[in-house]
């Protein structure tokens, strides 16, 4: 009985992870070029042989420089691109000392929707922020952990699990 018991609170369990793994709530951002903002392009801190280019909306970048929160509804847009390489498989740098744009990668998306959070437990609760990525193209990466997006994001509450938050502050 108790063995059964807990197999089926496992399942629960691990139905609600999966659930939040591969939740699709975030649609493609496809107009995001021609209708944001792109707050800041740089070399990546964490992954040293990508570039990143993020983009919001005017009304988020303004919410930020009022020091407020962004509103529900935001929606934030990272493209990923590989660095070139060399022959040997080494980043290459410009005379800028900067990493120089290959291959379009993905779309990586957070968007804010309210009582979005609530579902999540703390090491994965964002606010009220989630996660998706896509292809270029548009079509959704849906092998990726989202849960690894969650968990790498959460610590970040003191800048609404942001890291560029200052850079929309203009
Ligand atoms: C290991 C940590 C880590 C993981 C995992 C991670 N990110 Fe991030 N994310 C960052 C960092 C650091 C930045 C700031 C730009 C940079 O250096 O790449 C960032 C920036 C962003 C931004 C721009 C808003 C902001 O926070 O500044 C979005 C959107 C984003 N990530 C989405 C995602 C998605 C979607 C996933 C999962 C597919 C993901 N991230 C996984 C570390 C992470």
Not at 151 to 170: G, I, W
């Amino acid at each position: 009985m108790i063995k059964r018991l807990f197999a089926v609170v496992l399942a629960i369990g691990l139905g609600v992870t999966a659930a939040w793994a591969d939740s699709q709530r975030i649609p493609f951002p496809k107009d995001y070029r021609s209708k944001m903002v792109n707050y800041l392009s740089l070399d990546r801190t964490q992954n040293e042989d990508q570039i990143i280019r993020l983009f919001t909306t005017e009304e988020a970048l303004a919410a930020a420089k009022a020091g407020g929160e962004l509103p529900d509804g935001t929606v934030i847009v990272a493209e990923i691109y590989k660095a070139k390489k060399d022959k040997d498989g080494e980043v290459i740098e410009s005379a800028l000392g900067r990493r120089i744009r290959d291959k379009f990668a993905a779309v990586a998306v957070m968007q804010k929707g309210k009582g979005w959070g609530a579902e999540f437990d703390d090491a994965h609760r964002n606010g009220d922020w989630d996660f998706a990525v896509f292809k270029p193209t548009g079509e959704r990466l849906v092998k990726k952990d989202l849960n690894k997006c969650r968990a790498c994001h959460a610590p970040l509450a003191d800048t609404q699990h942001l890291f560029s938050l200052e850079h929309m502050k203009r």
